[in-house]
């Protein structure tokens, strides 16, 4: 499985908000950057928006990663 579909994946079934730091240590995907292209290339996908929220997990105020229901 790809890093990327682990990304999707994963933001997808725990239906939170995880900014590219959380995601990074939760998936062990480093450097977080990589994340950070990851999610970038998703979001020009239509498959997850990012904005300004709470962290689900470091409840930090953050660019989050957010599923878009039903794809495109
Ligand atoms: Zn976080």
Redesign the pocket.
């Given at each position: 499985m790809s890093n990327t579909e682990l990304v999707l994946g994963f933001i997808f079934k725990e239906s939170n908000y995880?900014?590219d730091?959380?995601l990074s240590e939760k998936l062990d995907i480093k450097p977080r950057q990589q994340i950070n292209q990851i999610c970038n290339k998703l979001k020009s996908q239509g498959s997850i928006n990012r904005e300004k929220k709470d962290?689900s997990?470091?409840k930090?105020d953050?660019l989050?990663n957010i599923i878009l229901a039903e794809g495109k």
């Open positions: 995880y900014c730091d959380c962290c997990s470091c930090k953050k989050v």
